[in-house]
């Protein structure tokens, strides 16, 4: 089965930076397209950036120049590096995934970030 897992969330000053991971098993990781959104509560998911299978990105407007996401498609993992971190990237960070058929993963229970001084 498609799982998705997130970790290396924590509480971080504004300012500082985490990474994020998202380990992938039960599909093909190197030619699907990978996706990190965001969620806090009583707002929408919101997708924050994505990297296709051959490394083009894109990043919501607010997050350009601070956020970088990656892959290795030799672990099956995605990456979330952010920096610069202000109080509005306070969410749950999850990840997807969008293979070459169009199917999508069940959501997983994400990674929480906290930003606050």
């Known amino acids: 089965q498609v799982q998705l897992v997130e970790s290396g969330g924590g509480l971080v000053q504004p300012g500082g930076s985490l990474r994020l991971s998202c380990a992938a098993s039960g599909f093909t990781f190197s030619s699907s397209v990978m996706y990190w959104y965001r969620q806090t509560p009583g707002k929408e998911r919101e997708l924050v950036a994505y990297?296709?299978?051959?490394?083009?990105?894109y990043f919501l407007d607010s997050v350009k120049g601070r956020f970088t996401i990656s892959r290795d498609n030799a672990k099956s993992t995605l990456y979330l590096q952010m920096i610069s971190l202000e109080p509005e990237a306070t969410a749950v960070y999850s990840c997807?995934?969008?293979?070459?058929?169009?199917?999508?993963?069940?959501w997983g229970q994400g990674t929480q970030v906290t930003v606050s001084s």
């Open positions: 997807n995934a969008r293979d070459r058929w169009g199917q999508t993963a069940e």
């Open positions: 990297i296709t299978s051959g490394g083009g990105t």
